[in-house]
């Protein structure tokens, strides 16, 4: 809800035009995943899995993001990325293994459902950021999520309210708010539209082990030879997918468009 204010002033501030209405029904489908969805089931799940937990799972974000591109970008990435891809998947379900992240409870297929979403919504945000600026489209799908966000957050604030939040908490909440939610969009739908969902989505492959290495120097948290080992195996996969020839996209015509085309 935060984002959400932040982005309705920044959209204020530069007077914006309003999107049109396929733009709207497009907007709808990035704020269900990434303004709503994931942010709601990652966190009612990381109430009862840890984060290191929750971290390693993410590791499937890339290949949602690939799949929803096919589908919702018509995207075709070529036989060198898929490879690159599930070599990155393997390593990350193997790094899960051996860590022993432990047998799967509803808790996880929240995350699941979590990562499907977010996958719809990087994949349909990334190709509508090719027709309007990407902080836009953030920006729009929050302003579009608050009627739901609001009887959340007030709900969180009157109801469920946290006991003498720390100093820590608050930056927390404050990063999570600003950067995670509005401003890292920013980039990232840029990034998406121009090099492609499917290819720049592999670079969420880095996500669990960077995810560990912040554990670390923030939280003090141990990392192991094995740590080590599988950071070198995700990110060799994840530079080979950006090695690969760029995905070719499919573009989709009306009937009279091919009409037309064919004349």
Do not use: N
């Not at 690159?84 to 379900?93: E, S």
């Not at 799908?141 to 007030?154: E, G, K, N, Q």
């Amino acid at each position: 809800m935060i984002a959400a204010a932040v982005a309705g002033a920044a959209l204020s501030v530069v007077r914006a035009p309003m999107p049109s209405r396929s733009q709207w029904r497009r907007l709808a489908v990035v704020s269900v995943g990434v303004a709503v969805g994931f942010p709601l089931l990652s966190s009612v799940a990381l109430q009862h899995v840890g984060a290191a937990h929750a971290a390693v799972l993410a590791g499937l974000m890339p290949a949602a993001t690939a799949i929803a591109a096919v589908v919702r970008g018509g995207e075709r990435p070529s036989r060198g990325f898929w490879l690159a891809a599930a070599a990155g998947l393997v390593a990350v379900l193997v790094f899960a293994a051996v860590r022993g992240a432990g047998r799967p409870t509803w808790a996880d297929l929240l995350l699941l459902g979590a990562i499907a979403l977010v996958g719809v919504g990087y994949a349909e945000g990334g190709a509508l950021s090719r027709t309007m600026p990407g902080w836009q489209v953030i920006a729009w799908a929050l302003v579009l999520a608050a009627p739901v966000l609001l009887p959340l957050s007030a709900y969180s604030v009157l109801v469920d309210a946290p006991q003498e939040p720390g100093a820590g908490a608050w930056l927390g909440l404050a990063y999570v708010s600003l950067v995670s939610m509005f401003l890292g969009f920013v980039w990232w739908y840029r990034g998406l539209a121009m090099g492609g969902v499917a290819r720049i989505g592999q670079l969420q492959l880095a996500q669990p082990v960077l995810t560990l290495g912040w554990a670390a120097v923030l939280l003090g948290e141990h990392i192991d030879l094995l740590t080590g080992v599988a950071a070198l195996a995700v990110l060799a996969a994840t530079g080979a997918t950006q090695l690969a020839r760029a995905p070719r996209r499919v573009e989709r015509h009306s009937p009279a468009q091919r009409i037309g085309q064919a004349a």
